[in-house]
């Protein structure tokens, strides 16, 4: 079982800044292949923001394009989310997702934090 804890939402004013970051555990037996962010905003589905492969390749929701920034760091088993120039429709509760591969039979397993909230006021 891996676990996922997230950590850094909050309240940031319009056109501010904020950091979001997911530390994954659990499991040596599994490859944390793909991390990313999805958000839901009250009485909406809940979308992709970003996410990013063992690799470092990147993928962004058009609309944080230019403003957000996913990275990882592979020794921690963690992924960040760098918000800048916020807007209130940013306004969401982010969910960390982890897609994991085992190392024994390359199954792959989804996993997902528990959400971390983002208001961005104006």
């Known amino acids: 079982q891996v676990q996922l804890v997230e950590s850094g939402g909050g309240l940031v004013q319009v056109g501010g800044s904020l950091r979001v970051s997911c530390a994954a555990s659990?499991?040596?037996?599994?490859?944390?292949?793909?991390m990313g962010w999805y958000r839901q905003a009250p009485g909406k589905q809940r979308e992709l923001v970003a996410t990013?492969?063992?690799?470092?390749?990147?993928n962004y929701a058009d609309s944080v394009k230019s403003r957000f920034t996913i990275s990882r760091d592979n020794a921690k088993n963690t992924v960040y989310l760098e918000m800048n120039s916020l807007k209130p429709e940013d306004t969401a509760v982010y969910y960390c997702?982890?897609?994991?591969?085992?190392?024994?039979?390359?199954?792959?397993?989804?996993?997902w934090g528990q959400g971390t909230q983002v208001t961005v006021s104006s």
């Open positions: 659990g499991s040596l037996l599994r490859i944390y292949d793909i």
């Open positions: 997702t982890v897609r994991t591969k085992s190392r024994l039979s390359g199954r792959t397993d989804d996993y």
């Open positions: 990013i492969s063992s690799d470092g390749s990147t």
